[in-house]
């Protein structure tokens, strides 16, 4: 077999932070939103490793990934996601926030830029939002201001133990635009096989 040489693109940039939240039982409606608020995304999956001997030689080693993480450090983020997110009790314009909090379970991604004009859509159907481990509001002074909020957030497998989904453009006929991905909620199997595109990639 002829060995095939490959020059990958490499990421230049992060861009929007999308999330999308499903109707409930509370009468909260569905809610998409677009946050062009991005600095930075960290994502830390948790690996359980067992190996497996046999025969006085290691037969297998077998992974698990538990308890995935994403950190977001944001300009800002707004309380129509925080809010929601946190499980505070709201109406209007007035918020609480109460020591046994509901926090709702949304879907949330982001996509990124590649040196080669391509792009990848990153798509994580099941979070939580955890709270700040610090909440500090300082006076302003004559220091240029570089705002900054960092929360993380909880990834949880689905059922069919998809904790995140990716979509490359580069191959890809017509590829999806990023709105439009996120859009289709691939949260299925059956939903990641059926993506625009999927059957002309390379």
């Not at 995935?68 to 946190?86: C, G, Q, W």
């Not at 792009?119 to 099941?126: A, F, I, N, S, V």
């Not at 929360?151 to 439009?180: A, C, F, N, S």
Request: net charge negative; with cysteine; proline share 7%.
């Amino acid at each position: 077999m002829a060995t095939t040489r490959i020059k990958p693109p490499y990421e230049l940039t992060v861009y929007d932070f999308f999330v999308h939240f499903d109707a409930d039982d509370n009468g909260n409606e569905a809610l998409d939103l677009q946050l062009p608020v991005v600095k930075s995304i960290g994502v830390k999956p948790s690996e359980q490793k067992q190996t497996i001997h046999a025969s006085g030689v290691v037969y297998d080693t077998v992974s698990t990934v538990t308890e995935p993480t994403l950190s977001l450090t944001s300009v800002a983020l707004p309380r129509e996601f925080t809010d929601r997110a946190d499980g505070a009790v709201k109406k209007g314009c007035a918020a609480a926030d109460v020591a046994q909090p509901i926090k709702q379970t949304f879907a949330c991604g982001y996509w990124c830029g590649n040196s080669d004009g391509s792009k990848t859509y990153y798509y994580h159907p099941q979070c939580k939002l955890s709270y700040s481990d610090d909440e500090t509001h300082q006076t302003r002074t004559n220091t240029p201001v570089d705002p900054s909020v960092g929360r993380t957030v909880d990834i949880m497998p689905t059922d069919e133990g998809i904790w995140r989904v990716r979509y490359y453009t580069d191959g890809v006929t017509k590829p999806l635009t990023p709105q439009e991905f996120f859009e289709k909620q691939p949260n299925t199997l059956e939903k990641v096989m059926a993506l625009d595109g999927a059957e002309s990639a390379k």
